[in-house]
């Protein structure tokens, strides 16, 4: 979706980018950590844009993905190693 010479993506589209749910795709918008997000009103109602290449920025958790979650899952069944 392009609105003003900007990329923007919808919350679902974020949340699977990075593998979590819209819910916190929310919370990490109003804590800022996700860079710009704006609400635009559309024919079906409003909905919130993320702007797109997606930026996660470190939360006080490290900000891990759900992919280094499961990393750490593999290493803890392979002994540590």
């Known amino acids: ?13 974020a949340a699977a980018h990075f593998g979590i749910t819209r819910q ?14 704006k609400k635009v009103d559309t024919p079906r ?5 993320v702007q797109y290449p997606f930026r996660r920025f470190p939360t006080a958790s490290g900000g891990q993905t759900k992919n280094m979650n499961e990393e750490n899952k593999r290493r803890r069944s392979d002994g540590g190693l």
């Not at 979706?1 to 919350?11: F, G, H, I, P």
């Not at 916190?24 to 997000?37: D, I, N, P, S, T």
């Open 1 to 13: 979706m392009t609105l003003e010479n900007k990329r923007w993506a919808t919350v679902k589209e």
């Open 24 to 37: 916190r795709v929310h919370q990490l918008m109003k804590k800022g950590f996700l860079g710009e997000a």
């Open 45 to 49: 109602g409003p909905v919130w844009l």
